[in-house]
């Protein structure tokens, strides 16, 4: 009988607990495989495949192989910066309500009951994997990936990004009607000072119905846009005081573009045709 088996008919489900358990201490690998230093982690990874040969006759000849990798990982975290392109749209404000919500620990009411703010579903945050055997009761142990590399904590990450709409953020958070209202309420305080930075702007590349937001755009030809944002990234790692910075997409999504050689094949024409302001480069390069 499965859990569900169980559960369906009225019975309490047998759990893992007795057999496994999750540490969240840090972990040290004891291995001539992996070496720490004050700076570094250096870890080498040896990998096996399989390579096949069919000869003419059928005959199948298997050739293991190994390769050898090396993997080198910064012990200090860096302050991290997320900026993202499309702040005040849908997905934008439902990424940002998420980090704040769990940055100052809110509470909301929805139709199921109370909900609390949580990383669920993140991989880097909730995700585990098994580290091995205990040696002393034989259960199986897991810890979060955190506890084995370091990583950036996104309640300590400062959120920045551009949209073509001027609306601060809890604005935004109401208009695109994602998130429940209890917890609109709650976000008011801390994020309706936000609001995004100018963006560029092609009407070529994005649908007709985006004219009524773009009242937020930054002005003069794709060179000078280009500029712009360069000038807005290195600004907001100065301000905030950060290591690097992430940019991710979170907008409107646009048209393609066409493939043009001597235009946007490689990222030395990609610049230069920048620079000329040709009309198949579009916001999203």
Request: proline share 5%; glycine share 6%; charged share 25%.
């Amino acid at each position: 009988m499965t859990d569900n088996d169980q559960l369906r008919a009225g019975q309490k489900a047998q759990t893992n607990s007795a057999r496994a358990r999750t540490l969240v201490a840090p972990v040290i690998v004891s291995s001539d495989s992996v070496q720490y230093s004050e700076d570094e982690i250096i870890s080498k990874y040896s990998y096996t495949d399989t390579k096949v040969t069919i000869g003419e006759d059928g005959t199948v000849t298997a050739f293991p192989q190994n390769s050898l990798f090396e993997f080198k990982t910064r012990r200090k975290v860096s302050r991290l910066g997320l900026m993202m392109v499309g702040l005040g749209g849908n997905n934008g404000t439902t990424v940002a309500a998420a980090m704040y919500a769990k940055k100052h620990s809110l509470e909301w009411q929805t139709r199921a009951g109370t909900h609390v703010s949580n990383y669920k579903g993140s991989l880097t945050q909730c995700g585990t994997f098994r580290v091995g055997t205990s040696s002393e009761d034989g259960t199986d142990v897991y810890s979060p990936l955190s506890s084995l590399v370091p990583m950036v904590n996104p309640d300590d990450m400062p959120v920045s990004g551009w949209d073509i709409s001027g609306r601060n953020l809890a604005d935004a958070m109401d208009s695109a009607q994602v998130l429940e209202p209890d917890l609109r309420n709650k976000l008011r305080p801390f994020v309706d000072k936000v609001v995004p930075l100018p963006a560029a702007f092609d009407i070529d590349f994005i649908a007709d119905n985006q004219l009524p937001r773009a009242d937020n755009l930054i002005p003069g030809q794709k060179q000078e846009q280009l500029e712009q944002l360069r000038r807005d990234i290195r600004n907001f790692k100065e301000t905030q005081g950060l290591d690097e910075v992430v940019v991710i997409w979170t907008a409107n999504s646009e048209r393609y573009s066409k493939e043009i050689e001597g235009v946007n094949d490689t990222s030395e024409n990609l610049l230069k045709a920048i620079q000329s302001n040709h009309p198949e480069v579009c916001c999203l390069t």
